[in-house]
């Protein structure tokens, strides 16, 4: 087991020279880490003004001067104003905070400072009021009750024993290193260090000392970096600050960064979209970006149980995307290619027969599956449910979920790709309501391998002469057959929730059908037949806020016997994406701008298909001599 050298290190949440030193302490914990047990003391550089006693400051004015001209000094974004418009009066409180999520975590901990830091000294939030440590705790997913009991408790009796340690070692200048290798030989080095005189003092007490190769390829040096100064970026590449800077700014224009500037600098992030959905469209947005090479994450409720199989069909438009993400091998293995579309009426007589171009079926599982498992592990998290969201004006700010790891986020971009049944449209639009649609199917999926074969590559559809009833059925794998009955719900005002009552309704009403409706029931477990009730959405150019979209379900559900809402979805998610690549998100203006393009082209098509959606309806709902007169 190799040797590692302790590093004791203290510092403060609002030391101005422990912040400029963030560039170059993080170079050494990159290169070094493996070597290295770091502790972190906070020092409690302010107490309150009343026991704080400098030869240069003595009054707030005093420290924002120092701050703008120690951001000048270490090239670091930092904003005196602080102490100008809303002074921080003591750093016990932050410091306290930094303790009661040590507790919980570590390294949750160090994300913890960084963000409080960030706070302080770029965006001038005074970070003794209680509300921004609890939302910075919020932000790295702690738990707000222990963090909360913690706080008045057990955290505050640590960093009071840190101060008192901090004392009798005469700690009084921040930051203060103390390195300490196997043998108890030891290094301080108090204020301000460079890289190299970190790694200069790291050999004289290992000469073993060895650097870790880290990735310095495009924007890797931003993976599990909550955000990165120029000035960090700069002394992680060993480039100068401003080839550094044209760098960032380019990925910016990719809209792979986003920057926020401050008074004295900028400090950049990963443009990340948030997308709130893991269905055909949430996953298919996430395909798109990921060959794109640009910052997602998406959140599903689903968790490892799988859902109630259903049969999707998808035509040559969103087959064609598929194929931009899923090779078309793997798609003919999880699919079946529909050859031909038969309508008969219940009789048995041919109404009409039509040849599919690049149509299939999938099991909607199946087709998840494939989708899911070309996205990386750390940016899809199962298992989580929306449970609120919080608006500042019309931006959300913040998104917290319930689930195996509950938690809360701050997003960018929202993308609600959610379903028919959106809670991000629930929560945003109180007031649009989904209305329901008088045609409701009860879908059966049989496993049997003979059936299917028989079945074979047509889509056939029994239509009764007098209309307000149907029935299909479509082969979509081997050896499982999906069939559905579609009746007008209006008419047929039955209950069909068990399955006792979905079998009868079909015994009484398609049985004579000159259809394989006998076999059908014969090889049905109705307990596993669902009902399909669906909705439709009116007014959904209301659906806008500065930083969220909505795409397929969320936006317009579909009704199942237009057989589009799978390829509805795909093509949300390729136009979203598609504009992506063409504009930039680099302000909120860009993104609203992009936003506007996407509703004007979507909501276009919307209404194309609305309109031919409803007169498919109509036509279901009337007798076929009249579907034919219409024709």
Known sequence: MEEKVNITYYNDPICPTCWGMEPHMKKFLFSYEHLLNVDY?????????????????SRPLDVANDWDNKSVEYEMPIDGDLWREDPVESSFPASIAFKAIEIQNKQRAIKYLRIIREMALTKKINITKWKYLYRAAKQVGA???????????????????????????????????????????????????????????????????????????????????SSLTTKEFAELKNISFDHAEAILHRYEKNNKLKSHKTKNGLVWTKNKITIIGGGIAGLTLGNLLEKKQLEYQVFEKRNE??????????????????????PRLELNLAGIALKNYKSYDHTGELISKSVFENTYIFSRNKLIELLQQRIPSNKIYDGLELKDLHLNKSRIDEVKFNGTNSQSITPEIVIAADGAKSRVR????????????????????????????????????????????????????????????????????????????????????YIDWNSPIN???QLTDFKQSYLWKEFELKNVQQLNKTNTLFLGSAVSPTIPMTSKGATQALEDAKLFSDLVSKNSLARQADVEFLFEQYNEIRNQDSEDFNYDQNDLLKEFMQPIHKEIENL
């Open 143 to 225: 738990d707000l009750e222990k963090f909360k009991s913690d706080y008045d408790g057990q955290a505050r009796e640590l960093f009071y024993k840190e101060l008192e340690k901090a004392k009798a070692l005469g700690i009084k200048i921040f930051p203060t290193i103390i390195m300490t290798n196997s043998l108890g030989h030891q290094v301080i080095l108090k204020g301000f260090q460079h890289f190299e005189t970190l790694q200069e003092e790291l050999m004289r007490l290992y000469f073993k000392t060895k650097k870790k190769y880290y990735n310095q390829e495009g924007i890797c040096l931003f993976d599990n970096q």
């Open 305 to 326: 149980e799988i859902k109630r199989e259903e049969g999707i069909m998808i035509s040559e438009k969103g087959i064609q995307i598929l194929e931009s993400i899923i």
């Open 426 to 509: 629930e929560k945003l639009f109180p007031n649009i309501e989904l209305s329901p649609v008088p045609e409701n199917e009860i879908v059966s999926i049989i496993s049997n391998k003979k059936l299917a074969k028989k079945v074979g590559n047509t889509f056939k559809k029994y239509i009764h002469k007098d209309g307000d009833l149907a029935l299909g059925i479509i082969r979509m794998s081997k050896k499982k057959v999906i069939w559905f009955v579609q009746l007008n719900a209006d008419k047929y005002n039955v209950n069909l929730e068990t399955a006792n009552q979905k079998k009868k309704f079909i015994e009484k009403n």
């Open 519 to 521: 076999e059908l029931i």
């Open 41 to 57: 003391k906070m020092g409690g550089l302010l107490p309150y003004w009343e026991q704080y006693s400098s030869v240069l400051i």
